[in-house]
């Protein structure tokens, strides 16, 4: 069989919008998995998406800056930063064809969120301010190492995500300030952290629609468990929809 094709949007993210910006380890691990990407510029015109996406075997929505509130019905926090309108349409707009279309998605920090508000959920938009929690969700701020363990996070049995890295619980890294608040109709939660904050969810009965808050990308080269994340999601591209 083809190697399947993986769509990702590339946002611009440097500072002064001259350069489209990806972590290599994206690519790296799908390409580990057999995977070809294919990167998608955000700054593409709409009328363009879908046949990009048609072309495509899967969708990942990689991490970055924050959704927009207004999306979710809120007026921005003080701390919340990084908003793209453009990046936050196309990825809605990905994210909601590919749960219709039982594409399989695999959403990564930022694109958890994403996968959230496209159905309708809100986030907490500053978790040191709005939650105040002890554990150590923003790696940046704490020195961590990109494949350091942060925390832990307890997985829930008789999850699809279970199924993949075992039940109970799984040492993960961590880099976001932002959270799942009002988790959207139809999404399952299926871990989280000590202090409650949401860590995965997924949509049951598709053959793979999973987000996680931590980065598996940093860990995939040093922890199967997390390679494990981007291989069967590489095999639910392969997988026809009426075979899973």
């Known amino acids: 069989m083809d190697r ?20 290599k380890n994206y690519v790296n691990s799908l390409v580990m998995c057999g995977a070809i990407p294919i990167l998608l510029p955000t700054s593409v015109a709409p009328e363009a998406w879908r046949a990009v996406y048609e072309s495509a075997d899967g969708v990942m929505l990689s991490g970055g800056g924050d959704v927009d509130p207004a999306l979710f019905g809120e007026e921005a926090h003080q701390e919340t930063y990084g908003v793209d309108r453009e990046r936050d349409d196309m990825e809605i707009a990905l994210a909601r064809w590919a749960l219709q279309d039982d594409k399989p998605l695999f959403a990564i920090c930022r694109g958890i969120q994403v996968m959230n508000v496209a159905f309708g959920g809100s986030l907490i938009q500053d978790l040191p301010s709005q939650l105040k929690s002890d554990i150590p969700h ?4 704490n020195g961590f190492e990109r494949h350091a363990v942060a925390h832990a996070v307890r997985i829930e049995p008789g999850t699809h995500i279970s ?9 993960v890294n961590s880099f976001h300030h932002q959270a799942l608040k009002d988790v959207a109709d139809g999404l399952v939660v299926t871990s989280r952290a000590p202090d409650g904050v949401i860590e995965s969810v997924e949509f049951p009965g598709k053959r793979y629609y999973i987000g996680v808050q931590w980065h598996p990308e940093e860990m995939a080269d040093r922890r199967d468990d997390m390679l494990s994340l981007f291989r069967t999601f590489v095999e639910a591209c392969t997988t026809p929809r009426d075979a899973h």
Do not use: C, H, K
Request: charged residues 25%.
């Open 4 to 23: 399947p094709r993986i769509l990702i949007p590339i946002p611009i993210q440097d500072p002064e919008q001259r350069r489209f910006t990806l972590g």
């Open 138 to 141: 923003d790696g940046n701020y």
């Open 163 to 171: 199924r993949i890295m075992g039940a109970g619980e799984v040492g």
